[in-house]
């Protein structure tokens, strides 16, 4: 009996440990992003079509994504439009952010960060409330707004082997 409750007690603070380091790296990644010099990105076909696949790879059964400014849906009702859409992205050496924009019940703005290479991976996500969102639940979003965010805790940090929804 003693021999199960310590076994129990090492997983349990390995589970917490890893959490915890979890926890900082996110926040490593978030400070990162905040600090990083990107150049910008204003449109959907001008990110690099691996960092786009490997988002929607996380997508679920709707992976589409609306470019800036395109018809999407803003409520959860399923349609022909896309539950998505981009806001804007930035790359800086091989790491890539892209924002985008999701409706439903609680429409939200998406960050992500991805390191592209050599295989693309999501080292950073985010979501929540950045920027200014009009009556049609459109987002209107700069990259100060979303460093903004994250430092005022708007953007909530979350696993990024997470997925979207």
Do not use: C, H
């Not at 997983?11 to 990083?36: C, P, W, Y």
């Not at 059964?61 to 800036?68: E, F, G, S, V």
């Not at 295989?119 to 987002?139: F, H, I």
Request: hydrophobic residues 40%; charged residues 35%.
């Amino acid at each position: 009996m003693r021999r199960e409750i310590l076994v129990a007690a090492a997983l349990v603070t390995g589970l917490v440990t890893s959490a915890a380091a979890d926890g900082i790296e996110n926040a490593r990644e978030a400070k990162r992003f905040q600090e990083t010099k990107w150049t910008l990105v204003l449109t959907l076909k001008e990110v690099e079509p691996e960092v786009v696949r490997s988002l929607k790879e996380r997508f679920g059964r709707d992976d589409r994504l609306a470019d800036r400014g395109e018809p999407f849906e803003t409520s959860e009702v399923l349609t022909r439009r896309p539950g998505r859409r981009f806001l804007l992205a930035g790359r800086a050496g091989k790491r890539w952010f892209v924002a985008y924009e999701k409706g439903g019940r609680t429409p939200q703005v998406v960050l992500t960060v991805v390191e592209a290479e050599p295989v693309p991976r999501v080292v950073l996500l985010a979501r929540g409330r950045a920027g200014s969102q009009s009556e049609g639940a459109d987002w209107e979003v700069e990259l100060e707004d979303l460093k903004d965010a994250l430092r005022e805790r708007r953007l909530f940090l979350e696993e990024p082997k997470s997925p979207y929804y």
